[in-house]
Nanobody, 123 residues
Framework: QVQLVESGGGLAQAGGSLRLSCAAS????????MGWFRQAPGKEREFVAG????????YYADSVKGRFTISRDYAKNTMYLQMNSLKPEDTAIYYC????????????????WGQGTQVTVSS
C-alpha cells in the first residue's frame, strides 16, 4: 500500500482559498489513482474529487465543481486540492485517498487513506 500524509488545512473565511497537499510514498506515484473525501460533523464521509494515474481524467462532486481543482505533481509525488470560493458548508476533515484499481467515487474504491486534515470555513 501507499502511505499518504495530508497538509494545508486550516481556517479560512467564506470566499477565501486554501490548498491541500497529499504527499505519497511507498509505491510508484503514477501507478495509482488518487482522490479526496471529506467528512463534516454528524455527516457521512463523501467523495470530493478524483484524478487518474496520468491526470488525464478528473472527477468532482457537484457541490465543489467549478470551485475546487485536483492535480498531481509527479516530480514531488504529491497531489493537491486547490479550494477557491470556500463556503461554510465546506467545513470538514479532508482525507487523501489512493488505490491501484479504477478511479471511483465510493469509499470502498480506495484502500489507502491519510489521517485527514481539518478545514474550517467561517462565514
Amino acid at each position: 500500500q501507499v502511505q499518504l500524509v495530508e497538509s494545508g488545512g486550516g481556517l479560512a473565511q467564506a470566499g477565501g482559498s486554501l490548498r491541500l497537499s497529499c504527499a505519497a510514498s511507498g509505491r510508484t506515484f503514477s501507478s495509482y489513482v488518487m482522490g479526496w473525501f471529506r467528512q463534516a460533523p454528524g455527516k457521512e464521509r463523501e467523495f470530493v474529487a478524483g484524478i487518474g494515474r496520468s491526470s488525464s481524467r478528473t472527477y468532482y462532486a457537484d457541490s465543489v465543481k467549478g470551485r475546487f481543482t485536483i492535480s498531481r505533481d509527479y516530480a514531488k509525488n504529491t497531489m493537491y486540492l486547490q479550494m477557491n470560493s470556500l463556503k461554510p458548508e465546506d467545513t470538514a476533515i479532508y482525507y487523501c485517498v489512493a488505490d491501484s484499481r479504477r478511479l471511483g467515487v465510493y469509499i470502498q474504491d480506495y484502500g489507502s487513506w491519510g489521517q485527514g486534515t481539518q478545514v474550517t470555513v467561517s462565514s
